[in-house]
């Protein structure tokens, strides 16, 4: 197998499980399921074996469609007729006691008895249960009748229908109630047609009558009204107080059809309906025989109905309902025909069923020995079982409710029929008939079954040359591969055989490469190759755009690129061999190999175009790649493309395309590659040394050294210690071209002021100026020394000593006297002579500053010196109650300290206090200087020298006076330095917390 459908074992070992399976198998029910649509299950394996890919190689044992069981309930008399709930599967049997039995389905052991009536004269004829099993009307064979409420239990006569044979009874289910019955219609045996509704409530004391009215409606002759249905029609419009509706009544011969409005007002209700006909425009279909009886039976029971059934001699008439808008004259009826069974068709002996039950597909029939189910698609026997007289005494009837299947019931008997995936075979009567949309609705939940409904459809299509819808349906299937595609090459229809590779390709598994990779080739292959031949046959241009068009966009689906992705070069190589170039570079850029689009280009000379697709690829290593070549034929276009990418790309790794171009000779300043690097430097503030530098040996070469000095001076003015660029490397490329005035601004930047000066000196004094002006205004000896070098140029080489004599106003560290070594020995004194005036005047005015300074200075030492003299004669008065201002404690008890502002401490208090304030340095101190003092006075007191040593003492106490004692700690300075610290050390603030607790 290339592609699709299981593996295959060898046919003989697969029919030989078969035949084992058909032998071992012993079919209970008879069936002619083999026959027309319904063929042999070896036939239908052969037929699978040649048109699917699947191949089952076991037989499943289905149970059949149709299953009969007992119901398990023995009846103490004779059922004489029964009838079902359509909704609730409530069961009413009338025995012939006159007792009538309630059986839930679900729990048929426990019935509920109810006794009609104790007259033993008296049979019942026919009981009618409605849809939710709530009401019951019994009819008795003599014309009475009885209602039932099966809640209450109690039967209750029926007087104003007494005399009436009721045969059927039509229930109006958008009006009953569990209390009432609403308005319903009831057949006789006379061919007349009532309406009463019946109430559950107790009776009136002068009114004993269940029904609260009842009236004839119509007669249809003489024959008994065997079969009543009411429906509303579904999508009617209802006016107010009408509805419309639609009756069918059945006699044994003839079915009639009533449709009309009815109305709400005042009963009866249906007699507007009736009154549309009189025996002139009445119209039926009649069906003669001479059957005595008959039955009307409707699918779904308990919904709007879709189809019915009319039980005849000749047969069963099937058709089904459409409601839309007919009026009376109109029919709801549509498709009607006879079904007929196999005794039914027997001429010599016919038989007759006794009841018929409908479902969605198949009229299922009771006759006395046996029971069958025709096939309402193809009018077809389908089943049939044969029921023993002897041991069922013969069946009697059948009812069915809306779920569940059909039960029948014989003398002392009830039946129930299990209907089981009734549609399982419903497929292949519907692909007989070629409905193959119905077909594969009821095949879907079956691979198997869809895969052969998908075949037969699209070989239908083949053979109808629909080779478009047959090839999508065909890639659908299991159908092998190889046979599908030599069909339509056979017919050598390309476009469907184009269709049904790209739907195969659509259902492979993303696992299935390899087939993929086949099945996409061959597309580009027959898409290629159509394209050839449209354009040798010199075809239309709208047919070649439109099959180029569908090419790409094959292309363009995401599974062919992901399957195109791993074997790329395949399909390259596959474009390129039918010389389609177009197409090869629209697949490269699908394929977002833009490496080989670019390459392509430019080996055709078109650079715009592969500048164009390296501007809309993000890949920032082809730029660097290609760049070097694009550079040459279209650098303005390129640098654009640069500066769009920002800092995308490393300007760094562009430098070597940079150095392929060459400005064009007629404009040198329309540099590509200085826009560019001006752009990092100044855009994008890059700091590459590397981009500088560079950026700088581009400047150099310019005729016009405007922008160089530029830059330089850009880079200097920069806040940083050192310039981005090398200072030496940008010094030896100015000094190569000769750029002087630049190689002056690197000296001043490299600190080589006399150097600078001198180069300087070349150029003109004015740039020598300036660069004089550039030393730290700290260092005038190097001022001085630059500013004698323009002084001396210019004395000795320009001769112009009045320039010279002009610097001594311009720098203050000149004189006169210094530049006078540098003048000529025979000079007149002309040229010089104001300065030389000037200079003396200077002198004499500093010399009269000097001696008035000098005075100054003088009388302030007198007065210091009065001053010191005062302070050591001024005293302060002392209380003996005066107290410390830290401590509190008496102040006279040790030494102590008195400030001018009056406040007094104990020396030891003081120096406690001023410590806090003092740095670590002075905290040191003080504590070195109480030391020395305490050392001092001890050693004097033990030597008895107190000369010397008072001397020392007083010296550190007057040390250590000015530590601690040179201001006020609490009006001083001190205190106003600590006016932002807490008063609570934040190291103690937990201790003091726990204290005030």
């Known amino acids: 197998r290339m592609l699709g459908g299981p593996v295959h074992s060898k046919m003989a070992n697969i029919f030989e499980q078969y035949q084992q399976a058909e032998s071992g198998s012993g079919a209970p029910v008879s069936s002619s399921y083999g026959a027309g649509p319904y063929r042999g299950a070896a036939e239908q394996l052969q037929e699978q074996v040649a048109s699917t890919g699947y191949v089952e190689t076991r037989r499943r044992e289905e149970t059949p469609i149709f299953d009969r069981q007992i119901v398990n309930f023995n009846p103490p008399a004779s059922v004489l007729t029964i009838d079902i709930s359509a909704n609730t599967s409530v069961l009413a049997l009338a025995l012939a006691d006159n007792n009538v039995y309630f059986i839930q389905l679900a729990n048929p052991q426990e019935p509920v008895r109810v006794a009609v009536t104790r007259r033993t004269d008296e049979k019942v004829h026919k009981v009618f249960l409605d849809s939710t099993g709530n009401h019951l009307i019994v009819a008795m064979e003599s014309g009475e009748n009885f209602y039932i409420?099966?809640?209450?239990?109690?039967?209750?006569?029926?007087?104003?229908?007494?005399?009436?044979?009721?045969?059927?009874?039509?229930?109006?289910?958008?009006?009953?109630?569990?209390?009432?019955?609403?308005?319903?219609?009831?057949?006789?045996?006379?061919?007349?047609?009532?309406?009463?509704?019946?109430?559950?409530?107790?009776?009136?004391?002068?009114?004993?009558?269940?029904?609260?009215?009842?009236?004839?409606?119509?007669?249809?002759?003489?024959?008994?009204?065997?079969?009543?249905?009411?429906?509303?029609?579904?999508?009617?419009?209802?006016?107010?107080?009408?509805?419309?509706?639609?009756?069918?009544?059945?006699?044994?011969?003839?079915?009639?059809?009533?449709?009309?409005?009815?109305?709400?007002?005042?009963?009866?209700?249906?007699?507007?309906?009736?009154?549309?006909?009189?025996?002139?425009?009445?119209?039926?279909?009649?069906?003669?025989?001479?059957?005595?009886?008959?039955?009307?039976?409707?699918?779904?029971?308990?919904?709007?109905?879709?189809?019915?059934?009319?039980?005849?001699?000749?047969?069963?008439?099937?058709?089904?309902?459409?409601?839309?808008?007919?009026?009376?004259?109109?029919?709801?009826?549509?498709?009607?025909?006879?079904?007929?069974?196999?005794?039914?068709?027997?001429?010599?002996?016919?038989?007759?069923?006794?009841?018929?039950?409908?479902?969605?597909?198949?009229?299922?029939?009771?006759?006395?020995?046996?029971?069958?189910?025709?096939?309402?698609?193809?009018?077809?026997?389908?089943?049939?079982?044969?029921?023993?007289?002897?041991?069922?005494?013969?069946?009697?009837?059948?009812?069915?409710?809306?779920?569940?299947?059909?039960?029948?019931?014989?003398?002392?008997?009830?039946?129930?029929?299990?209907?089981?995936?009734?549609?399982?075979?419903?497929?292949?009567?519907?692909?007989?008939?070629?409905?193959?949309?119905?077909?594969?609705?009821?095949?879907?939940?079956?691979?198997?079954?869809?895969?052969?409904?998908?075949?037969?459809?699209?070989?239908?299509?083949?053979?109808?040359?629909?080779?478009?819808?047959?090839?999508?349906?065909?890639?659908?299937?299991?159908?092998?591969?190889?046979?599908?595609?030599?069909?339509?090459?056979?017919?050598?229809?390309?476009?469907?055989?184009?269709?049904?590779?790209?739907?195969?390709?659509?259902?492979?598994?993303?696992?299935?490469?390899?087939?993929?990779?086949?099945?996409?080739?061959?597309?580009?292959?027959?898409?290629?190759?159509?394209?050839?031949?449209?354009?040798?046959?010199?075809?239309?241009?709208?047919?070649?755009?439109?099959?180029?068009?569908?090419?790409?966009?094959?292309?363009?689906?995401?599974?062919?690129?992901?399957?195109?992705?791993?074997?790329?070069?395949?399909?390259?190589?596959?474009?390129?061999?039918?010389?389609?170039?177009?197409?090869?570079?629209?697949?490269?850029?699908?394929?977002?190999?833009?490496?080989?689009?670019?390459?392509?280009?430019?080996?055709?000379?078109?650079?715009?175009?592969?500048?164009?697709?390296?501007?809309?690829?993000?890949?920032?290593?082809?730029?660097?790649?290609?760049?070097?070549?694009?550079?040459?034929?279209?650098?303005?276009?390129?640098?654009?493309?640069?500066?769009?990418?920002?800092?995308?790309?490393?300007?760094?790794?562009?430098?070597?395309?940079?150095?392929?171009?060459?400005?064009?000779?007629?404009?040198?300043?329309?540099?590509?590659?200085?826009?560019?690097?001006?752009?990092?430097?100044?855009?994008?503030?890059?700091?590459?040394?590397?981009?500088?530098?560079?950026?700088?040996?581009?400047?150099?070469?310019?005729?016009?050294?405007?922008?160089?000095?530029?830059?330089?001076?850009?880079?200097?003015?920069?806040?940083?210690?050192?310039p981005y660029y090398d200072i030496k490397y940008a010094l030896r490329q100015c000094a190569e071209h000769g750029r002087a005035q630049a190689c002056v601004h690197l000296y001043s930047t490299m600190g080589l002021y006399e150097e600078a000066v001198d180069l300087a000196l070349n150029v003109n004094v004015d740039l020598a100026r300036l660069v004089a002006n550039k030393p730290d205004e700290s260092d005038e000896a190097l001022r001085k020394k630059l500013w004698l070098k323009i002084a001396r140029h210019v004395v000795e080489q320009e001769k112009n000593i009045k320039k010279a004599i002009a610097f001594l106003s311009e720098c203050d560290l000149l004189k006169i006297e210094d530049i006078l070594p540098f003048f000529p020995d025979f000079v007149t004194i002309d040229d010089f002579k104001e300065a030389i005036c000037n200079a003396l005047q200077e002198y004499n005015e500093h010399i009269e500053s000097l001696k008035g300074n000098m005075q100054d200075a003088t009388q302030s030492a007198q007065a210091i010196r009065s001053d010191i003299q005062e302070m050591r004669n001024k005293y302060g008065i002392v209380s003996a109650a005066e107290k410390c201002c830290t401590c509190s404690y008496p102040l006279l008890t040790r030494s102590f300290y008195l400030f001018p502002c009056q406040h007094v401490y104990h020396s030891d208090c003081l120096i406690q206090e001023v410590l806090q304030h003092l740095s670590s340095k002075q905290k040191k101190r003080v504590i070195e200087l109480q030391a020395r003092i305490m050392q001092e006075s001890q050693a004097a007191a033990a030597a008895d020298e107190t000369g010397a040593v008072f001397s020392k003492v007083e010296q550190l106490k007057s040390e250590l006076d000015d530590i601690v004692a040179a201001d006020c700690v609490f009006c001083g300075e001190v205190m106003i330095r600590s006016v932002d610290k807490p008063f609570i050390d934040p190291k103690e603030y937990d201790e003091v917390l726990k204290s005030w607790l």
């Open 149 to 722: 409420h099966t809640p209450s239990r109690k039967p209750k006569q029926l007087a104003k229908a007494k005399g009436v044979v009721i045969e059927s009874v039509a229930w109006n289910r958008s009006k009953v109630t569990e209390m009432s019955t609403g308005e319903i219609l009831i057949g006789s045996s006379k061919g007349y047609i009532f309406e009463t509704d019946i109430a559950a409530q107790e009776a009136k004391f002068f009114d004993t009558s269940a029904e609260k009215y009842w009236k004839q409606l119509y007669h249809l002759g003489h024959e008994p009204v065997t079969g009543l249905l009411v429906e509303r029609f579904p999508h009617a419009p209802s006016t107010s107080g009408e509805k419309k509706y639609f009756i069918m009544a059945t006699t044994p011969s003839r079915l009639y059809q009533f449709i009309g409005h009815v109305t709400t007002t005042e009963p009866p209700y249906f007699q507007w309906l009736f009154n549309n006909y009189d025996s002139n425009t009445l119209k039926f279909v009649e069906v003669p025989g001479s059957l005595n009886y008959s039955s009307l039976q409707v699918y779904p029971s308990d919904a709007v109905p879709q189809t019915f059934a009319w039980l005849t001699e000749p047969g069963v008439y099937y058709g089904s309902l459409d409601f839309r808008d007919q009026g009376p004259q109109d029919s709801v009826t549509t498709n009607c025909r006879l079904l007929r069974s196999r005794t039914q068709a027997d001429k010599t002996n016919p038989l007759f069923p006794v009841a018929i039950a409908l479902t969605e597909f198949h009229a299922l029939l009771l006759f006395k020995d046996r029971f069958e189910a025709i096939c309402v698609l193809n009018d077809q026997v389908v089943y049939e079982k044969a029921i023993n007289p002897r041991q069922t005494g013969g069946m009697r009837g059948m009812v069915r409710a809306s779920r569940g299947g059909p039960l029948a019931y014989a003398e002392m008997r009830l039946y129930r029929y299990r209907i089981t995936k009734e549609s399982r075979d419903i497929w292949k009567i519907y692909l007989e008939q070629g409905d193959y949309e119905k077909a594969k609705e009821h095949a879907r939940n079956d691979p198997v079954q869809m895969d052969y409904v998908l075949t037969r459809q699209a070989e239908h299509f083949f053979e109808e040359k629909k080779y478009d819808q047959s090839a999508a349906l065909f890639a659908m299937t299991q159908r092998m591969f190889e046979e599908v595609a030599l069909k339509f090459l056979r017919v050598e229809e390309r476009e469907p055989l184009k269709t049904f590779l790209q739907k195969k390709f659509n259902s492979l598994k993303r696992e299935d490469k390899s087939q993929q990779t086949m099945l996409v080739t061959w597309l580009i292959e027959i898409y290629l190759t159509q394209l050839g031949e449209l354009k040798d046959g010199n075809a239309p241009a709208d047919d070649i755009q439109r099959t180029q068009r569908q090419f790409r966009e094959f292309l363009r689906q995401s599974r062919v690129k992901a399957c195109l992705d791993s074997c790329r070069n395949v399909a390259y190589e596959l474009i390129a061999s039918h010389g389609d170039t177009e197409d090869l570079v629209f697949f490269a850029m699908l394929m977002q190999d833009f490496e080989r689009v670019i390459s392509h280009y430019i080996q055709q000379q078109a650079y715009p175009a592969a500048l164009e697709v390296l501007t809309k690829q993000s890949d920032v290593k082809l730029v660097i790649k290609f760049s070097p070549i694009l550079i040459k034929h279209c650098p303005t276009a390129l640098v654009e493309a640069w500066i769009a990418q920002e800092k995308k790309i490393d300007p760094r790794l562009l430098i070597p395309a940079l150095t392929h171009y060459e400005p064009p000779s007629s404009n040198p300043q329309a540099n590509e590659a200085i826009r560019y690097l001006e752009y990092c430097v100044h855009k994008l503030n890059n700091r590459d040394m590397a981009i500088h530098n560079y950026l700088l040996s581009l400047y150099a070469k310019l005729e016009d050294d405007t922008a160089l000095l530029q830059f330089l001076n850009l880079n200097q003015g920069q806040l940083h210690s050192e």
